[in-house]
C-alpha cells in the first residue's frame, strides 16, 4: 500500500514539473514577434506583401516633437522627384531619328526604353541611396537601383546593339545623351506640400494612419516614422494575414519548447537534485519568462535598446545559489530564447553569451563589494571590448561608429549591482541560501555560537576545529568552503541541551558515571543531533545547514557505550540499533568532509603525545571504518577527492599538535 502511494506522489510529483514547463513556454508565448515584424529592417526594402492599416491610429505630439519629427522627415525626403509618363513616346520617336534600326534590333531596345521610363529614370545615378518619389498625391521611397540613369540606358543600349551588327560613334553617343532625358526631376513644389502635410498631420490629435490605409508597399523603403509606427502599434496593422500568424507562431513555440527542453534535460541529468524540488526548478523558469517580458517590453514600448537589460543578473544569482555550470547553461538558454523574440542579429547574441561566460568566470564572491564591484568591471569590459571588436569587422570607410550602444552598455553594468539586494529577497521567497548569509551566520556574535561558546566551551572549540578542518579540505577539492565552514560552527548544537554529558565539557567528572545505564548514555549522545535539529528549527537556521546536522554522524555507532554494553553484558542480546545515529548518510562533498573531520578532530584528542605517524595512522583507521561502515555509499565524493581530503587532515593535525621530528631507526 505505501508503494502505491508513493508511486502515485512521484507520478504527481513528474505531472506537476512538466506542468511548470508549458506554463513557461506559455507564458513566453504571448509575447512571441508577429509573422513579419522580424522582416521590418529600418532603412531597407520591406520585401513582404504591401501593410495596410487595420484602424485609425492617432497621435497628438508636442510642438518640441512636432519639430524633431519635422527636421528628421526632411532629412528623410532628400530630393523629391516627380514621375512624367509622357516622355516614352517622345524619347521613342527620337531615338529613331538617331539611330535607323531594323525592326527586329530595335523591338528589344523599344522594349528596354520603356520598361526603363515606366519605372523612372534619374537625371544621375544614387548608388547605395533611396529616392523619394511624389506621385497622386503620395510619397515613396523607393531603393535607387529600382531606376535607370541615361548613363546606364547608353551602356544598355550598347549591350543590346553588340549582338548585332550595328556600333556607336561618339557622335551618336552624344546625340543620344541628348535624346535619353530623364523622366524624373526635381519638385521643391512637391517638397514643401509634403512638409505643410507632415506638419498638419503631427499637429494637434492628428491621424497618422486611416484604417485601409497603405502604410508600407512592397519593396518601399521602411523610414523612421513608418518603422516607429508599426513596431510600437503592431495591432494597428494587417503585417501578416492569418496563416503566416499560425505558421509564425507555432515556429516559434517549437524553437522555444527545444531551448527549454534541454535545459530541463540537462538539470535533470547533472543536477538531479535541483529537478527534484519543484522550487528550485520553478526558480529556473522564471527567468527566461521574465527576460523575454523585459525585451518585449522594450522593443515595443520604449526607445531604449535592448542592450541595457542586465541579462548577467541570471547567471550572478544562479551562482550564487545552486553552480556554475548551471548558470552558465541557464544564461545560455534565456539568451537563445531572447534572440529569437529581438529584433537584434547575430551580434546580440554573441555579446550576451560572452559576457555571461565572462559573468560565471569571474563572479565569485558577491558577499564582498570590492570582489563584485571587480567582476561586474570585467563584465562591462567584456561588452565594451565585444561590440568594438564587432564594429571593426563590419566596419567600411565613411561610416560612423554606433557610439550610442556603449553608454547602453554601461548602464546595462550599474544595473547589474541590482542582484546585491536581490539575494536576501529571492533567499526569503524561495528559501534559498546565499554566500552573504552563510558569512552572516559564520560570525561568532550570533547567538547560537556566543551561547555554545559560554556553556560548552569544549564543544565550541571542538567546532572551531573542524571548521578549520573541512574548511581547508573543501578548498583544496574545489567544494563549497563557506558552507562546510558555517556547518561545522553549527553541527553540534544539539549538546547545549546536556553539555556536561560530553567530554569535552566535563569538569574532571563523568556525568555518564550517575546514569550506569549504556542505553541512557547512548541516547544521550545520539540525542544532541535531533536535539540540534530542532534548535536549527527553532533559530531559523537554513534547511541547508539543519541537513548538515542530521549527516554528521551517519548512521554510525555510539560505540564507546556500545562495546561497554558487549562487555558488561556479554550474554545479555539488545537491539544493536539502539546505539546507532538516525541519520540519514552524507550525500553532498561539503557532508562527507564534514562527517569525517568531525571524527579525525574527535579522536585526535586522544592521543598521548603523539608523533606524526600516529596521526596518520590514526586517520586512515576512522576513514577506513567509515567506508567499511558504508557511511560513504551515497556520498558524490570520490576517491580522489577523499585521498585529497585526508592529506589536508593529516597536514593540518601535524600542525595542530606541534608533531616533534621523528628520527630515523638505526641499520
Given at each position: ?15 506537476l ?20 515584424s522580424k522582416?521590418l ?15 485609425d ?6 510642438q ?18 516627380t514621375h ?15 539611330l535607323?534600326?531594323?525592326e ?21 545615378e ?7 518619389i ?35 560613334d ?27 502635410e507632415k ?5 494637434g ?50 524553437l ?22 519543484n522550487?528550485?526548478?520553478?526558480f529556473l523558469?522564471?527567468?527566461p ?7 518585449f ?12 537589460i542586465?541579462?548577467?543578473?541570471a ?8 553552480e ?12 537563445l530564447i ?15 553569451i560572452?559576457a555571461?561566460?565572462?559573468t560565471?568566470?569571474?563572479v ?13 568591471g570585467?563584465i562591462l569590459?567584456?561588452?565594451l ?17 554606433n557610439f ?5 552598455l554601461?548602464?546595462?553594468a550599474?544595473?547589474?549591482m541590482l ?17 552573504i ?8 556574535n ?14 565550541f ?6 571548521a ?18 558555517t ?10 541541551e ?24 547512548a ?6 543531533v535531533t ?6 528549527i527553532?533559530?531559523r537556521?537554513?534547511?541547508?545547514i539543519?541537513?548538515?546536522?542530521k549527516t554528521h ?5 555510539v560505540?564507546?557505550?556500545y562495546r ?10 539488545f537491539?544493536?540499533?539502539i ?7 552524507p550525500k ?19 592521543l598521548q603525545?603523539?608523533t606524526?605517524q600516529?596521526?596518520d595512522?590514526?586517520?586512515d ?16 565524493l570520490?576517491?580522489n577527492?577523499?585521498?585529497a ?18 628520527y630515523?631507526?638505526?641499520?
Open positions: 500500500m505505501g508503494d502505491k502511494k508513493s508511486s502515485i506522489g512521484a507520478n504527481i510529483n513528474s505531472i514539473k512538466w506542468v511548470m514547463v508549458l506554463t513557461c513556454l506559455a507564458a513566453i508565448g504571448f509575447v512571441f514577434p508577429s509573422a513579419s522582416a529592417k529600418l532603412g531597407e526594402p520591406w520585401p513582404n506583401d504591401d501593410i495596410m492599416a487595420t484602424e491610429l492617432v497621435q497628438s505630439l508636442k518640441s516633437e512636432i519639430n524633431e519629427h519635422l527636421e528628421t522627415f526632411k532629412d528623410e525626403l532628400g530630393a523629391v522627384y512624367d509618363q509622357r516622355t516614352i513616346t517622345d524619347v521613342i520617336s527620337k531615338l529613331n531619328e538617331v535607323f534600326l531594323s527586329d534590333v530595335a523591338r528589344p531596345i523599344h522594349k528596354l526604353i520603356r520598361d526603363c521610363y515606366q519605372s523612372g529614370v534619374l537625371p544621375m544614387h548608388k547605395g541611396q533611396s529616392v523619394s511624389y506621385r497622386a498625391g503620395e510619397i515613396s521611397k523607393i531603393a535607387s537601383s529600382s531606376f535607370c540613369s541615361p548613363n546606364n540606358l547608353i551602356d544598355d543600349i550598347e549591350l543590346e546593339l553588340s549582338k548585332t551588327t550595328y556600333t556607336l561618339r557622335n551618336t553617343t552624344n546625340r543620344l545623351k541628348e535624346v535619353l532625358q530623364p523622366n524624373l526631376t526635381v519638385s521643391e513644389e512637391s517638397k514643401d506640400q509634403l512638409i505643410i506638419e498638419r498631420a503631427l499637429s490629435d492628428a491621424v497618422l494612419f486611416t484604417k485601409g490605409q497603405k502604410v508600407l508597399a512592397k519593396g518601399e523603403i521602411v523610414s523612421e516614422e513608418v518603422y516607429q509606427s508599426l513596431t510600437s502599434n503592431p495591432r494597428a496593422f494587417s503585417l501578416s494575414n492569418t496563416k503566416d500568424r499560425i505558421f509564425s507562431f507555432f515556429g516559434y513555440f517549437l522555444t519548447a527545444l531551448i527549454l527542453l534541454v535545459l530541463i534535460f540537462y538539470v535533470r541529468k547533472y543536477f538531479p537534485q535541483v529537478y527534484q524540488s522550487r528550485k526548478l520553478s523558469l522564471i527567468w519568462i521574465v527576460f523575454s517580458y523585459l525585451v517590453a522594450i522593443e515595443n514600448y520604449t526607445s531604449l535598446s535592448t542592450y541595457v542586465p541579462f548577467c543578473i547567471p550572478i544569482l544562479i551562482k550564487n545559489f545552486f556554475d555550470r548551471l548558470a552558465l547553461i541557464l544564461h545560455i538558454v534565456i539568451v531572447a534572440s529569437i523574440l529581438s529584433k537584434m542579429g547575430y551580434e546580440f547574441t554573441f555579446i550576451q560572452l555571461g561566460m565572462v560565471v568566470l569571474f565569485s564572491e558577491t558577499r564582498y563589494w570590492n570582489k563584485f564591484f571587480l567582476a561586474i570585467f569590459l567584456s561588452y571590448l565585444g561590440i568594438l571588436g564587432l564594429n571593426l569587422t563590419s566596419w567600411s570607410s565613411g561610416e560612423p561608429f550610442s550602444i556603449y553608454g547602453w554601461v548602464v546595462n550599474l544595473l547589474l542582484a546585491y539586494p536581490f539575494i536576501p529577497l529571492l533567499e526569503n521567497i524561495f528559501g534559498f541560501t546565499s554566500s548569509k552563510l558569512a552572516e551566520l559564520s560570525d561568532m550570533k547567538p547560537l555560537l556566543r551561547e555554545l561558546s559560554l556553556r560548552a566551551p569544549g564543544t572549540q571542538h567546532s572551531l576545529q573542524v578549520n578542518l573541512c574548511e581547508a579540505a573543501a578548498e583544496r577539492i574545489g567544494a563549497n568552503s563557506l558552507l562546510v565552514k556547518a561545522a560552527l553549527y553541527h553540534d548544537i544539539g549538546k547545549l546536556k553539555p556536561l554529558f560530553f567530554i569535552e565539557n566535563s569538569r574532571g567528572e563523568n556525568a555518564h558515571d550517575d546514569l550506569n545505564n549504556n542505553f541512557e548514555s541516547k544521550i549522545i545520539i540525542g544532541h536535539n540540534g535539529v530542532e534548535m536549527a527553532k533559530h537556521l537554513p534547511k541547508i539543519i541537513d548538515f546536522i554522524h551517519g548512521t554510525t555507532r560505540e564507546y557505550f561497554n554494553q558487549l562487555n558488561q553484558f556479554p550474554d545479555k542480546e537491539d544493536e540499533s546505539f546507532r545515529y538516525p541519520g540519514p548518510l553532498t562533498k561539503e557532508q562527507t568532509i564534514l562527517m569525517l573531520a568531525d571524527s579525525v578532530e574527535a579522536a585526535s584528542k586522544s603525545k603523539p606524526g600516529d596521526i595512522n590514526l586517520i583507521k576512522i576513514v577506513a571504518f567509515k567506508i567499511s561502515e558504508g557511511q560513504l555509499e551515497d556520498s558524490k570520490s576517491f577527492e577523499l585521498e581530503s585526508v592529506d589536508v587532515f593529516k597536514s593540518m593535525l601535524r600542525s595542530i599538535y606541534h608533531v616533534r621530528v621523528e630515523p631507526e638505526v641499520n
